[in-house]
């Protein structure tokens, strides 16, 4: 199995809401990644959390706040966003998140995306 | 620095007719490669991936992929393109930061015409 969910499929928020995008994964890994999207370009890495510690960071503005409660678990805490924030938020996992090294199990595996629009 | 180039931003095939999305990279070490496909307003479903070892790796959907290691390519085929497979296709490599990431390129849209 290797899939990927994430709720809600779909988000309405106006720039004073806040809400929450969740993924989910049941294959083990202990990787998990969020990516933003937008309109007719590649995904754009905004977070790692590798062993449920936050790894990277790409400069993502404070009105996303991650959380990796625990390895099956990654939420995107929104607050206060702007319109251009509107996008498609994708998660994704991998087994290890390169700390054993770049290996055949570090595949990273996409859920099918969040779509936001703020208003 | 890492980095993925799609040149193609469009490529039109009619059905049935053979395809090929190019795809350079620049990176330090031993890539990493893989090739993704997104249907409008979907996520990315793995089609390929190569590690090391045979530089022909088969993927799903008829698709395979070829790593030439002289050129920095990995160029995606399929010897008979389907109306379905009309979507965005991603090349990316993956490299080591202070954690594991994705370098995605631009990708390339493929339309088919009937």
């Known amino acids: 199995d290797t899939e990927v969910t994430q709720t809600p499929k779909h988000l309405v928020m106006g720039m004073t809401n806040k809400k929450s995008l969740k993924c989910e994964q049941h294959?083990?890994?202990?990787?998990m990644y969020w990516y933003k999207q937008k309109a007719k370009k590649p995904p754009e890495l905004m977070f790692v959390?590798?062993?449920?510690?936050?790894?990277i960071n790409e400069s993502v503005p404070s009105r996303f706040s991650p959380e990796c409660p625990n390895s099956s678990l990654l939420n995107l805490h929104l607050h206060a966003l702007q319109p251009e924030d509107s996008a498609l938020y994708l998660c994704a996992s991998s087994q290890e998140g390169g700390l054993a090294g770049l290996t055949f199990q570090e595949t990273q595996y996409f859920g099918p995306g969040t779509r936001l629009l703020v208003l | 620095a890492q980095s993925v180039t799609q040149p193609d931003i469009h490529i039109t095939v009619s059905e049935g007719a053979s395809l090929e999305l190019r795809c350079n990279y620049s990176?330090?070490?031993?890539?990493?490669l893989f090739w993704y496909v997104q249907s409008p307003g979907q996520g990315l479903q793995l089609l390929l991936k190569?590690?090391?070892?045979?530089?022909l790796v088969q993927g799903i959907k008829g698709f395979e992929a070829e790593f030439k290691r002289s050129q920095s390519s990995f160029n995606l085929r399929k010897p008979s393109v389907h109306w379905s497979d009309a979507a965005e296709y991603f090349c990316?490599?993956?490299?080591?930061?202070?954690?594991?990431?994705?370098?995605f390129g631009s990708g390339t849209r493929l339309l088919v015409r009937p």
């Open positions: 990176y330090g070490a031993t890539p990493y």
């Open positions: 294959m083990g890994h202990r990787a």
């Open positions: 959390y590798s062993y449920e510690k936050l790894s």
């Open positions: 990316a490599v993956g490299a080591m930061d202070s954690s594991y990431k994705l370098i």
């Open positions: 190569y590690f090391s070892g045979d530089t």
